[in-house]
DNA sequence: GATGAATGAGAGTTCATTCAT
DNA sequence: AATGAATGAACTCTCATTCAT
């Protein structure tokens, strides 16, 4: 059964990243990844238990090493306003410093089977809680409106980001990701408030 | 069953949108759609040049559609503001109604190949258009920020209304998705003033 | 049940030579002859009961006329050396100037299945027995061995004859088929006085 | 079961001319070859790269072997007189040994498209090599006429021989194919002559 | 007689997964 | 743990043939 360690396993992941960032989810074969990594195509059995159990596991490792990273640059901050824009400012620096990442997480991440999702919605929860703690602290700290809709809030703001980072990855990348935060975070800012 | 011609043409392209959200596009097979469309697998074949044909067409169908009504209620705003909101309310109300065109338009069509993409972008990008043009307009009507970057600003937009959809897509929908016009407005108009 | 004449019949007939010359039995679809013959596909079934008796019917035409116009040529011959010169002559002529025949007597022609061949074996068996005919003549005549076993010495005529044919089929056709007669006849007559 | 690597190569292609031979290339399923092999159907597709290069490398096979024990039976002649006895000989002998063989080589290999004829050309031309060698040969000894054109000679050589075994493979086979070698040989001896 | 839209059986090929070594 | 040959279920697409008009 699956093992989740060892140095194989970060090897088959690595590989995984970029035959999925290269060929997409479905044309990519698990032999391709074996291939990449190295190793025979049984081992990677050793290591997950499906193919799509391959995907998921990238998703997480990449995910929670996201938010556990940008908790870290969180807590430097001093309020609500620099924390949204902490968010905003990393998102977009994580994912514009590593495109082949960026592809999976925007398009080769959607499209794998509806229950299989739950396998990414655990990990994509945490960051929309993170979020959500943000605005909420934004309205403690009478920041932003009283009445606001945190989930709602939640979801523009992310959906925001999430679109802009879509773009910039089926677009030729002719801009620095990183450089629209300061419009984005300008807008929902105000948004906010 | 089909008497008229080219009446099996949007037969099958029901049966796809069928199928298609109950099942997922990977696992639905051509003979699912042939059979819920009550022709047989071959006839498929006659109106769409392959899997992918239908998903695209399916796709196109419905953008064509929703971005030629959505104009036409554009026609009654008298500005801007009106406008946007129309847009977030026919978007929500148009998909709300409509669970499973929701479902492909948001979950499905990301699951096909990036070259494909090009049958999704065109379409896309005339409602990216629509948006565009009413945020420049409200900039010239003095609605919103004159140092708003349009494109910037459409992405946003887009994202935020999308992600919400998306949101409610993947819940068990217990509630009303054209209730979230307000809110979603509010922060939106807010973010460009 | 399949009309045998008619002049759709032979348009259907000619259309067929041209396609299957073109693209090969297998790879011609019956909608290509029809459409190369200006018909629908279903008129094709009026006059022919499937694609395999398209073919043979190709080749039974065009053997029984090959039969037909040789013999009124032998009869004209005064001796079996004359005729079996002639039937080099011809069987070269004939077929070197219709490349388009040749390819489906040589090439096509063999690609359909054992049970059909005995629609094939009728109208070639008459071309043998005419060619054993001119070999009985010519023993008679005393110009060929009287030991001669008939039947061998036809399959080694017409094996002879055919295998030119075909590598002039397969060849770009750098050259005249008829242009071989004189060395063929000339190995011929040999090997039978 | 293939035990030894590479056994199974030869297992299918063995399993294939059974096939090939039984129901004609076009009407074998490759699964019908896997089942006679005695393998998944997948494992054909292991060793070859598709049905067709299957039929062709069961040609290049038999071929290759073919000219290699013809040319060490024939170093053992002394002139060109008995080198042409010995392919007449070696041939009838061979494929009148072998039903399944002669029939794959007479009928099915002559079934497949135009373009894969280069796969079978190769090994077909270095018999023909062969056959025209001995033709030269001869003609050095003085033992055939100076004037003969050695391809045209070739032509008829090979033709004939090939239109006996054709004969033979249509035919019930109520004799020897070997019996035929006699009244071949004399016949195209004194062609040569 | 003629049409051509519709049919649906059929087969080649792929590839995730297994397991004997 | 690692291998990679073998598996076989799965699925798209083609095309000869039919038949209602």
Not at 60 to 72: D, G, I, K, P
């Amino acid at each position: 059964m699956a093992r989740r360690s060892g140095e194989k396993h970060q090897v088959i992941l690595d590989a995984a990243i970029k035959t999925f960032s290269r060929s997409g989810y479905h044309r990519t074969r698990v032999s391709d990844i074996a291939g990449e990594a190295g190793v025979a195509d049984g081992t990677v059995y050793i290591y997950f238990s499906n193919k799509e159990d391959i995907l998921i596991s990238l998703f997480q490792n990449l995910m929670n090493r996201f938010v556990e990273e940008l908790r870290t640059e969180l807590s430097r901050c001093r309020n609500a306003n620099e924390k949204l824009e902490t968010i905003i400012d990393y998102h977009l620096r994580t994912l514009g410093s590593r495109p082949e990442q960026a592809r999976v997480t925007q398009i080769e991440l959607r499209q794998i089977d509806q229950k299989i999702n739950e396998g990414i919605s655990k990990p994509l929860l945490s960051y929309f809680q993170l979020i959500e703690e943000v605005i909420e602290e934004g309205k403690k700290q009478a920041l932003y409106r009283q009445e606001l809709n945190t989930r709602t809030a939640r979801k523009v703001v992310f959906g925001a980001i999430d679109e802009v980072v879509t773009c910039w990855v089926m677009s030729s990348k002719p801009y620095q990701l990183a450089d629209l935060k300061e419009p984005v975070f300008d807008l929902l800012i105000r948004g906010l408030q």
